[in-house]
T-cell receptor, first 115, second 112 residues
Framework: NAGVMQNPRHLVRRRGQEARLRCSPMKGHSHVYWYRQLPEEGLKFMVYLQKENIIDESGMPKERFSAEFPKEGPSILRIQQVVRGDSAAYFC?????????????FGPGTRLLVL | TQLLEQSPQFLSIQEGENLTVYCNSSSVFSSLQWYRQEPGEGPVLLVTVVTGGEVKKLKRLTFQFGDARKDSSLHITAAQPGDTGLYLCAGALKLNDYKLSFGAGTTVTVRA
Protein backbone atom coordinates (compact mmCIF):
# COMPACT_ATOMS: atom_id res chain seq x y z
CA ASN A 1 0.00 0.00 0.00
CA ALA A 2 2.67 2.45 -1.08
CA GLY A 3 1.94 6.12 -0.83
CA VAL A 4 3.21 8.84 -3.14
CA MET A 5 6.88 8.26 -3.83
CA GLN A 6 9.41 10.91 -4.70
CA ASN A 7 13.06 10.68 -5.54
CA PRO A 8 15.60 11.75 -4.92
CA ARG A 9 14.83 12.90 -1.39
CA HIS A 10 17.74 15.31 -1.49
CA LEU A 11 19.40 16.86 -4.52
CA VAL A 12 22.38 19.18 -4.66
CA ARG A 13 23.11 21.06 -7.84
CA ARG A 14 25.47 23.84 -8.84
CA ARG A 15 24.16 26.94 -10.53
CA GLY A 16 23.51 26.30 -14.21
CA GLN A 17 22.96 22.55 -13.87
CA GLU A 18 19.70 20.72 -14.44
CA ALA A 19 17.53 19.20 -11.73
CA ARG A 20 15.11 16.32 -12.39
CA LEU A 21 12.61 15.44 -9.72
CA ARG A 22 10.51 12.31 -9.99
CA CYS A 23 7.13 11.45 -8.56
CA SER A 24 5.14 8.21 -8.62
CA PRO A 25 1.54 8.74 -7.51
CA MET A 26 -0.36 6.43 -5.23
CA LYS A 27 -1.63 3.28 -6.87
CA GLY A 28 -4.85 4.02 -8.72
CA HIS A 29 -4.28 7.78 -8.75
CA SER A 30 -4.05 9.47 -12.11
CA HIS A 31 -3.89 13.12 -11.07
CA VAL A 32 -0.56 14.61 -10.05
CA TYR A 33 0.17 18.03 -8.58
CA TRP A 34 3.50 19.70 -7.87
CA TYR A 35 3.99 22.25 -5.10
CA ARG A 36 7.00 24.23 -3.92
CA GLN A 37 7.66 25.08 -0.28
CA LEU A 38 10.05 27.87 0.59
CA PRO A 39 11.29 28.43 4.16
CA GLU A 40 8.70 30.21 6.33
CA GLU A 41 6.17 30.11 3.50
CA GLY A 42 3.25 27.86 2.71
CA LEU A 43 3.21 25.41 -0.13
CA LYS A 44 2.59 27.06 -3.49
CA PHE A 45 0.83 25.28 -6.34
CA MET A 46 2.93 24.86 -9.47
CA VAL A 47 1.31 22.47 -11.93
CA TYR A 48 -1.45 19.88 -12.31
CA LEU A 49 -1.03 16.95 -14.68
CA GLN A 50 -2.96 13.92 -15.78
CA LYS A 51 -1.49 11.14 -17.88
CA GLU A 52 0.12 12.73 -20.95
CA ASN A 53 -1.64 16.04 -20.30
CA ILE A 54 -0.75 19.28 -18.56
CA ILE A 55 -4.04 20.55 -17.14
CA ASP A 56 -2.86 23.72 -15.39
CA GLU A 57 0.68 25.08 -15.20
CA SER A 58 -0.29 28.56 -14.04
CA GLY A 59 1.86 28.33 -10.90
CA MET A 60 5.03 27.34 -12.67
CA PRO A 61 7.65 29.88 -13.75
CA LYS A 62 7.50 30.39 -17.50
CA GLU A 63 11.19 29.82 -18.03
CA ARG A 64 13.46 26.94 -17.04
CA PHE A 65 10.68 24.88 -15.46
CA SER A 66 8.77 22.08 -17.17
CA ALA A 67 6.71 19.09 -16.08
CA GLU A 68 5.47 15.93 -17.67
CA PHE A 69 3.49 12.84 -16.75
CA PRO A 70 4.05 10.24 -19.47
CA LYS A 71 1.80 7.29 -20.19
CA GLU A 72 4.33 5.03 -18.52
CA GLY A 73 6.57 5.97 -15.64
CA PRO A 74 6.70 8.71 -13.06
CA SER A 75 5.90 12.38 -13.36
CA ILE A 76 9.00 14.52 -13.85
CA LEU A 77 9.56 18.12 -12.77
CA ARG A 78 12.53 19.49 -14.63
CA ILE A 79 14.40 22.66 -13.75
CA GLN A 80 17.00 23.78 -16.24
CA GLN A 81 19.93 26.08 -15.44
CA VAL A 82 19.13 26.16 -11.75
CA VAL A 83 19.74 29.30 -9.71
CA ARG A 84 20.08 29.71 -5.93
CA GLY A 85 16.49 30.92 -5.68
CA ASP A 86 15.30 27.50 -6.85
CA SER A 87 16.47 26.00 -3.54
CA ALA A 88 13.31 24.72 -1.87
CA ALA A 89 11.36 21.60 -1.02
CA TYR A 90 9.33 20.32 -3.95
CA PHE A 91 6.33 18.18 -3.15
CA CYS A 92 4.24 16.01 -5.38
CA UNK A 93 0.67 15.10 -4.49
CA UNK A 94 -1.85 12.80 -6.13
CA UNK A 95 -5.58 12.23 -6.13
CA UNK A 96 -7.77 9.49 -7.59
CA UNK A 97 -9.56 9.98 -10.92
CA UNK A 98 -13.05 10.01 -9.47
CA UNK A 99 -12.53 11.63 -6.10
CA UNK A 100 -12.48 15.19 -4.87
CA UNK A 101 -9.47 16.87 -6.39
CA UNK A 102 -8.90 18.97 -3.29
CA UNK A 103 -8.22 15.82 -1.28
CA UNK A 104 -4.58 15.35 -2.16
CA UNK A 105 -2.01 12.97 -0.73
CA PHE A 106 1.54 14.22 -0.57
CA GLY A 107 4.86 12.55 -1.06
CA PRO A 108 7.89 13.06 1.21
CA GLY A 109 9.33 15.76 -1.04
CA THR A 110 12.63 16.46 -2.74
CA ARG A 111 14.86 19.01 -1.02
CA LEU A 112 16.78 20.85 -3.70
CA LEU A 113 19.86 22.80 -2.73
CA VAL A 114 21.55 24.95 -5.36
CA LEU A 115 25.12 25.90 -4.54
CA THR B 1 0.24 37.75 1.02
CA GLN B 2 -1.26 34.50 2.28
CA LEU B 3 -4.88 33.75 1.47
CA LEU B 4 -5.00 31.72 4.68
CA GLU B 5 -3.49 33.11 7.88
CA GLN B 6 -2.56 30.67 10.60
CA SER B 7 -2.04 31.56 14.23
CA PRO B 8 -0.10 31.30 16.31
CA GLN B 9 3.04 30.77 14.28
CA PHE B 10 4.69 28.82 17.10
CA LEU B 11 3.21 27.03 20.09
CA SER B 12 5.09 25.20 22.82
CA ILE B 13 3.15 23.40 25.53
CA GLN B 14 3.61 20.74 28.19
CA GLU B 15 2.40 17.19 27.69
CA GLY B 16 -1.20 16.87 28.86
CA GLU B 17 -2.21 20.44 28.06
CA ASN B 18 -4.75 21.44 25.44
CA LEU B 19 -4.08 23.64 22.43
CA THR B 20 -5.96 25.33 19.63
CA VAL B 21 -4.60 26.39 16.25
CA TYR B 22 -6.48 28.81 14.01
CA CYS B 23 -6.79 29.25 10.27
CA ASN B 24 -8.47 32.44 9.04
CA SER B 25 -9.29 34.09 5.75
CA SER B 26 -11.44 36.83 4.27
CA SER B 27 -12.36 34.42 1.46
CA VAL B 28 -15.05 31.76 1.47
CA PHE B 29 -13.79 28.23 0.88
CA SER B 30 -15.58 25.25 -0.57
CA SER B 31 -13.52 23.00 1.68
CA LEU B 32 -10.60 23.13 4.06
CA GLN B 33 -8.00 20.51 4.76
CA TRP B 34 -5.68 20.10 7.73
CA TYR B 35 -2.28 18.49 7.35
CA ARG B 36 0.53 17.65 9.73
CA GLN B 37 4.09 17.79 8.48
CA GLU B 38 7.13 16.45 10.32
CA PRO B 39 10.68 17.66 9.61
CA GLY B 40 12.02 16.23 6.37
CA GLU B 41 8.68 14.71 5.40
CA GLY B 42 5.65 15.66 3.33
CA PRO B 43 2.30 16.89 4.66
CA VAL B 44 0.01 14.12 5.88
CA LEU B 45 -3.70 14.70 5.38
CA LEU B 46 -5.61 14.69 8.67
CA VAL B 47 -9.09 15.79 7.67
CA THR B 48 -11.23 17.57 5.08
CA VAL B 49 -14.16 19.72 6.19
CA VAL B 50 -16.74 20.81 3.65
CA THR B 51 -19.87 22.07 5.43
CA GLY B 52 -20.12 25.36 7.34
CA GLY B 53 -20.24 24.66 11.06
CA GLU B 54 -19.01 21.10 10.59
CA VAL B 55 -17.11 19.48 13.45
CA LYS B 56 -14.95 16.40 12.92
CA LYS B 57 -13.12 14.43 15.56
CA LEU B 58 -10.04 12.31 15.06
CA LYS B 59 -9.14 10.75 18.42
CA ARG B 60 -7.87 13.71 20.50
CA LEU B 61 -8.06 16.15 17.57
CA THR B 62 -11.20 18.20 16.92
CA PHE B 63 -11.59 20.17 13.70
CA GLN B 64 -14.20 22.84 13.15
CA PHE B 65 -15.17 24.68 9.98
CA GLY B 66 -16.63 28.14 10.58
CA ASP B 67 -20.28 28.78 9.77
CA ALA B 68 -19.31 31.20 7.00
CA ARG B 69 -16.66 28.80 5.68
CA LYS B 70 -13.92 31.44 6.07
CA ASP B 71 -12.09 29.96 9.03
CA SER B 72 -11.27 26.75 10.79
CA SER B 73 -9.74 25.59 14.04
CA LEU B 74 -7.88 22.54 15.24
CA HIS B 75 -8.08 21.66 18.93
CA ILE B 76 -5.89 19.02 20.52
CA THR B 77 -6.88 17.63 23.90
CA ALA B 78 -4.26 16.30 26.28
CA ALA B 79 -1.40 16.83 23.85
CA GLN B 80 1.36 14.24 23.63
CA PRO B 81 4.94 14.55 22.33
CA GLY B 82 3.84 12.61 19.25
CA ASP B 83 1.61 15.55 18.33
CA THR B 84 4.70 17.67 17.70
CA GLY B 85 4.84 18.93 14.13
CA LEU B 86 3.91 21.64 11.65
CA TYR B 87 0.16 21.93 11.25
CA LEU B 88 -0.97 23.29 7.89
CA CYS B 89 -4.39 24.32 6.75
CA ALA B 90 -5.20 24.38 3.04
CA GLY B 91 -8.32 25.53 1.26
CA ALA B 92 -10.10 25.03 -2.03
CA LEU B 93 -12.03 28.08 -3.21
CA LYS B 94 -14.52 26.06 -5.23
CA LEU B 95 -15.72 22.49 -5.46
CA ASN B 96 -13.07 20.15 -6.86
CA ASP B 97 -10.59 23.01 -6.97
CA TYR B 98 -7.24 21.27 -7.21
CA LYS B 99 -5.25 24.47 -6.65
CA LEU B 100 -4.99 24.38 -2.88
CA SER B 101 -4.03 27.55 -1.01
CA PHE B 102 -1.89 26.78 2.01
CA GLY B 103 -1.31 28.71 5.18
CA ALA B 104 2.26 29.14 6.43
CA GLY B 105 1.59 26.72 9.28
CA THR B 106 1.76 26.53 13.05
CA THR B 107 4.75 24.77 14.57
CA VAL B 108 3.60 22.85 17.64
CA THR B 109 6.06 21.49 20.18
CA VAL B 110 4.80 19.28 22.99
CA ARG B 111 7.33 18.88 25.78
CA ALA B 112 7.44 15.65 27.76
Amino acid sequence: NAGVMQNPRHLVRRRGQEARLRCSPMKGHSHVYWYRQLPEEGLKFMVYLQKENIIDESGMPKERFSAEFPKEGPSILRIQQVVRGDSAAYFCASSPPSGREETQYFGPGTRLLVL
Amino acid sequence: TQLLEQSPQFLSIQEGENLTVYCNSSSVFSSLQWYRQEPGEGPVLLVTVVTGGEVKKLKRLTFQFGDARKDSSLHITAAQPGDTGLYLCAGALKLNDYKLSFGAGTTVTVRA
